[in-house]
């Protein structure tokens, strides 16, 4: 007998009889279009002045929809969450949340302001609890069925909303009228008048952290793919991705390229040790490289010769405390002023502000992206606040309290295990050259999280590689 909902017709629930083909090819659509919906969204963003507000619309029609969908399969028993530990995690992350936005909501009843921002988030972020739900729905859908065709596929959207960033981010950097919030920094904070790049993600710093993602990525299809037009295009994209890291002032994309490489580098020496070198595919039958190592090596050498270029026409100054208060207060007005006679650190700044939030509030934190209205609520705090930690770790413990900062790193813990051992199951196999990027993508992301902040612009697409770790793969061999 057709299944059904709630008694309604079997004409009207069409997604609970489709056949398990037909709705991993629904749910590899979705997953692409929470790639493409947000890349649209930063496009409208950037292009069109006083559209900020809209940034929450495209993650929430992504989001939300995924979230609608894992229930669809829920309901048609194609998965049990018994059989998935990681949504216990993450559905603990979501409780936590709301928890949190609630603490506010009956505390703040008379500052309607605070609660709304809770909800929605800080004017120009607006990472409030929909924000979050809609990441955790991006990672459930994405952990539950998919092909490994299917990530290709998605690999292929990422690297290209890469290059399409990348080549925002040079329009950006060079002199002109392209739209940019970041074409001079206040002489208090930065001496040299500089073009920097933030492509669609609102700021150098987020941008940074989105270009550790798909530099990961890319890098990876370049050793392993044997299409070789799709490894070229990923190899050339790599280098063209740290090009573009170095125009942010960030030292961000330094650290995020860079863990990336290492993992790489330590998964192909490793693997080579353990697999077969004819069997696993370590030989390329196309293209004057032959060896994920002589690939490998071409991309070092391609971002040397960038980093190397870039250094003698233009040379490079990392000024993320200057980036971080251009962004909060002199482009959002959401924060207290810099002070000119304060020399610390972005990130001395943002522990101290933190540490000071979470002792108030230790179990449920401030409130979802709450850290700017808590600051400027009191006098002593204004000056020199921030609207982020600049640590993401620190950020989760402040606004949203330590229980939920400790689920978070058992859920990172949980899916290194996993990764962990894929990438001994691709020694085996090179085609799955998916698990080692994954592996790069998340490691990376996650060091650079100690020195970036989660953004709407980019934290999508990390919870997105991060549910595919998760993915069991039922259909391996298609």
């Not at 790639?35 to 930063?42: D, H, Q």
């Not at 996993?418 to 998340?442: C, G, I, N, Q, Y």
């Amino acid at each position: 007998m057709p299944k059904t909902i709630f008694g309604t017709t079997e004409k009207s629930n069409f997604i609970l009889n489709m056949n398990k083909s037909t709705v991993r090819k629904w749910v590899t659509g979705l997953l692409c279009a929470c790639v493409i919906v947000p890349l649209i969204g930063g496009i409208v963003i950037t292009a069109v002045p006083g559209t900020s507000a809209l940034m929450g619309s495209f993650l929430y029609a992504t989001g939300f929809s995924c979230i609608l969908f894992y229930i669809v399969l829920l309901l048609r028993k194609d998965i049990s969450i018994k059989d998935y530990p990681c949504a216990y995690l993450v559905i603990a992350l979501a409780a936590l949340a709301l928890a949190s936005y609630y603490r506010v909501a009956i505390s703040n009843s008379d500052y309607q302001e605070a609660v709304n921002t809770a909800l929605l988030g800080e004017t120009g972020r607006y990472e409030g609890l929909l924000s979050l739900f809609a990441y955790f729905g991006i990672f459930l859908l994405a952990s539950a069925v998919l092909k490994r065709s299917s990530v290709k596929i998605i690999f292929d959207i990422l690297v290209g909303a890469g290059i399409i960033q990348g080549i925002v981010a040079v329009l950006q950097h060079i002199p002109g009228d392209f739209p940019s919030d970041f074409r001079k920094l206040p002489a208090l904070l930065l001496l040299k008048d500089v073009h920097l790049s933030s492509g669609l993600s609102d700021s150098p710093i987020f941008y940074g952290s989105f270009l550790t993602l798909v530099t990961a990525v890319a890098a990876a299809g370049a050793m392993y793919e044997k299409n070789i037009l799709r490894a070229r295009i990923y190899g050339v994209s790599a280098v063209f991705f740290f090009l573009t890291g170095l125009f942010t002032s960030s030292v961000v994309p330094l650290i995020g390229i860079g863990t990336a490489y290492v993992v790489l580098i330590a998964a192909e020496f490793t693997a080579g040790k353990s697999g077969n070198r004819s069997e696993s595919g370590s030989v390329f039958d196309e293209g004057v490289l032959k060896s994920p190592q002589k690939r490998l090596a071409a991309l070092l050498i391609g971002t040397a010769a960038v980093l190397g270029i870039v250094l003698a026409f233009q040379g490079l100054w990392l000024r993320d405390k200057a980036v971080a208060y251009t962004d909060c207060f002199y482009r959002l007005y959401i924060t207290g002023g810099p002070s000119p006679v304060n020399y610390d650190s972005l990130w001395k700044i943002g522990a101290e502000r933190s540490l000071i939030l979470i002792k108030e509030h230790p179990i449920l934190g401030i409130g979802p992206d709450l850290m700017a209205k808590y600051q400027i609520s009191f006098e002593e705090l204004v000056t020199d606040s921030i609207d982020r930690s600049y640590n993401e770790y620190l950020y989760i413990a402040a606004t949203r309290g330590i229980p939920a900062l400790a689920v978070y790193i058992a859920l990172l813990m949980a899916s290194f295990a996993r990764l962990f051992k894929d990438v001994r199951e691709f020694a085996s196999d090179r085609e799955k050259w998916f698990r080692p990027a994954l592996l790069a993508a998340v490691t990376a992301y996650s060091v650079q999280a100690f020195f970036s902040a989660s953004a709407i612009t980019v934290a999508p697409f990390f919870w997105l590689l991060l549910g595919i770790s998760w993915s069991k793969f039922t259909e391996d061999k298609a």
